[in-house]
């Protein structure tokens, strides 16, 4: 083993050497402590053949023993070039995808395979969607769902693509992709509006969502969807006899008690101080069971 061998120099003396190394070009470097510094470092890099010609007393390995190991180093060096590109090209396709959040950057998670095929333009599994679904990375399902619509036709996935788009609070996005009612689908027209309701009442503009809300009553009064938003548009804008009458509906139209409470406190929460305190007092005084949790936003 040549690491540890005493050596001779020609002009520097007597040394150990310390290391093998490779660089980045494929070359060997033998590294040489000297025992005596005859300049600011003990340590020199020599090339096998500068070893060859300027040591005493130094028996060098057979070349073959070189080439392994140069071809050992270079593999290596693939290999990490290799993980920094994957790592590199897995952070970009998360911006590119909303999913800068998602702590993981290892190129073996299953967000980078999810990525990769959604930038390829493959189709995501039912369980790919579920994962998503469960990490919360509504971004990832928004662009998904974008492109479903683009390559099935089928609107309905714009829908979803809204929704997933306000949920990774994104109201702008939700819009823009909600931004082509079908005048003959009724049902599919009254979703899309009440996503746009949704996105305008997330970026505060409760007038506009409010005229949304009711006109996709108009054209779908079956949809609890749209009476949900309405109930909550009027909860959070302190009208909570309204939004009672509208969530009350919903139900009759088969949204479930438990969306409706969680509907009602997220309006609550968005509303301003002295409405929230009213509209608790109501949702109290109405069922204090039901809503046992409102007594925390009477102060």
Known sequence: MLVGQRVVHSVLKDGTVAAIRGTASGEIRIIVRFDKDLS???LKSFTPAALSEYFVELTLPPLEGFDVFQAKYLEQQRQKEAREQAVAEFATL?????????????????????LLQLDSGERLTPDDIDWLEKEHLNGV????YEQEAERTGDRWNLVKAGSNWRKAKDPHRALHVTDSVMIFDAKLNSALLTVRGGAMRDLKHLREAERLA??????NPASHYAYSLLGALCFQ??????GDRYCQKAEELGASAHQSNADIEEAIRRSEKAERKRTAEYLIKKDPHRY????????
């Not at 399902?141 to 998904?144: A, E, K, P, Q, S």
């Not at 804008?237 to 309204?242: L, S």
């Open 141 to 144: 399902l928004g662009h998904f």
């Open 214 to 219: 009711f006109l996709a009553i108009d054209t």
């Open 94 to 114: 998360k911006i590119k995808y909303h999913a800068a959040r998602y702590a993981d950057s290892s190129p073996l998670s299953p967000l980078c395979r999810i």
């Open 237 to 242: 804008t302190g009208r909570p006899g309204e």
């Open 292 to 299: 046992h949790w409102a007594k925390r936003y009477l102060s």
């Open 40 to 42: 600011d470092t003990a």
